[in-house]
């Protein structure tokens, strides 16, 4: 079993910033994606960045050049840092991490809000 702990969020103004973190634990090995997602009221789940275990990076368009995803595989730890934050911005957002398995794990989630 994989355990993910998310932290980090909370109310933050237009124009601030957040960073979220998410610590991996359990059986870790071979996990290969890590990824947030996140989802507004009344809205699906919408993946907003990923990493792979070599550093390769992807982003929603609607977060490029604001959010920086990064990891740390010694630690399994999984960064989201969140600057110029909109309140289109506004969520739960998720840790996904995946296995070369195929398996998938996801966070209990961490609200973010933020007010204009």
């Known amino acids: 079993q994989v355990q993910l702990v998310e932290s980090g969020g909370g109310l933050v103004q237009a124009g601030g910033s957040l960073r979220l973190s998410c610590a991996v634990s359990?059986?870790?090995?071979?996990?290969?994606?890590m990824a947030w997602y996140r989802q507004a009221p009344g809205k699906q789940r919408e993946l907003v960045a990923r990493i792979t275990r070599g550093g390769t990076t992807n982003y929603a368009d609607s977060v490029k050049g604001r959010f920086t995803i990064s990891r740390d595989n010694a630690k399994n730890t999984v960064d989201l840092q969140m600057n110029s934050l909109k309140p289109e911005d506004t969520g739960v957002y998720y840790c996904h991490v995946v296995r070369v398995s195929g398996i998938d794990y996801w966070g209990q989630g961490t609200q973010v809000t933020v007010s204009s």
């Open positions: 359990g059986s870790i090995v071979a996990i290969t994606v």
